[in-house]
């Protein structure tokens, strides 16, 4: 075979993707990105092992990956099954104590684990967490964009940052989000918000949003009105149109990047490797926010 014909044969695309992260992978060794992980992504099957196999290559590139997630869809179905009304208000889920239980359990029990689970196979020890392991969380309560009252739906206070760079330097951080006020009572975290909380008491690089649709869109019901850059002020400026739960997370995107985050991102966790593709590649896939453009 010609050296032409080995060439083909190899796929040059194939060596022109590996180069093409080259420069990436150089700029992001060592530092620390903050992964929300939830809608879609969570749900299908190939798609967790994909995201498994993802985040288990950013550590061993060099990356400090650490994943915050929610687990909305299974706290509904969950809910349900027990007869039990499930509201959201302004994008955050009203929560009774009976609703605190279910979203701890489901949360900290079978999502955190099946998480953690997933990453140990692939080859890289991760770390379950919830707000309430080593104080992680300090959380005070949070009322709807319009003030009302929507139960223990916590904002994150304080971040116990040692205990976090403790972890990461050996493991995978995994955190659920829920937590606890300095009284003891229990709160549901909206992991978005989560995210940014941990995104920024980090000093994190990046933080990323997985979610159930291609980015922000114009339009919630125009797959094809993706927004594909935005500053802050400009997503500050769309923020009284924002409905459902692109709004706490738009909100998550604003905190993280005033707080110092370099860009936040919101990606299509239902496209295969869509956290390799925003990293590594040239062509982002979905929102990119950054404090200019
Ligand atoms: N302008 C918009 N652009 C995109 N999505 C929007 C917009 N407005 C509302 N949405 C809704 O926001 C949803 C994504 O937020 P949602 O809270 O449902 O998922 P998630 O945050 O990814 O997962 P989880 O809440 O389980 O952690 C989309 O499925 C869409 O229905
Ligand atoms: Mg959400």
Redesign the pocket.
Known sequence: MSIDERRVAIGEDRIGTLLEALPYIREFHGRTIVI?????A?EDPQLREDFARDVVLLKYVGLNPVIV???????TSYMERLGMPVEFVG?LRVSNPATVEIAKMVLVGKVNKDIVLRLNRHGQPAVGLSGDDGNLFRVGRQSAPGGEDIGFVGRIERVEVDLLHHIAQDYIPVIA?VGADREGNSYNV???DAASAVARALGAYKVL????????????GDPE?LISEATAAEVQEAMAT????????LQACLDAIHGGVGNAY?ID?RLPHSLLLELFTDAGTGTKIGPSR
Do not use: C, Q
């Open positions: 929300k992980y939830g809608g879609a969570m997630h929610g687990g909305g869809p299974e706290i994008g989000s909206n992991a978005d949003f997985l979610t159930d649709v291609r980015g922000w869109l114009r339009d919630p009105s924002i409905v459902g739960g692109m709004r706490p997370k919101i966790g």
